[in-house]
Nanobody, 118 residues
Framework: QVQLVESGGGLVQAGDSLRLSCAAS????????MGWYRQAPGKEREFVAA????????EYADSVKGRFAISRENAVYTVYLQMNHLKPEDTAVYYC???????????WGKGTQVTVSS
């Protein structure tokens, strides 16, 4: 089983930046991608960004394109989400996930809170 540990959330002001990290450990074989998702209060969880271990272009939600960047460090099975120009509407619990792809994630982290004040 894969374990995921997220870090990097916090309280920031609009326009600030944050970097989230997600480290995977355990049985990572059979997984091909990692991604970030978020859930705001009263809303459903939504896709933010995803990246494959083997390369290819990352995928982003339209709402974060040009502001967020996902990257990976394969040697340590870690994925990062650099979030720039944060907006109050980015406030959510951010979840890391790993699996076969953007719509086929199999293991989820516990989440990290990101709060952006106006």
């Amino acid at each position: 089983q894969v374990q995921l540990v997220e870090s990097g959330g916090g309280l920031v002001q609009a326009g600030d930046s944050l970097r989230l990290s997600c480290a995977a450990s355990g049985r990572t074989s059979g997984t091909y991608a990692m991604g970030w998702y978020r859930q705001a209060p009263g809303k459903e969880r939504e896709f933010v960004a995803a990246i494959r271990w083997t390369g290819g272009s990352p995928e982003y939600a339209d709402s974060v394109k040009g502001r967020f960047a996902i990257s990976r460090e394969n040697a340590v099975y870690t994925v990062y989400l650099q979030m720039n120009h944060l907006k109050p509407e980015d406030t959510a619990v951010y979840y890391c996930a790993v699996g076969r792809g953007k719509n086929a994630m199999q293991v989820w982290g516990k989440g990290t809170q990101v709060t952006v004040s106006s």
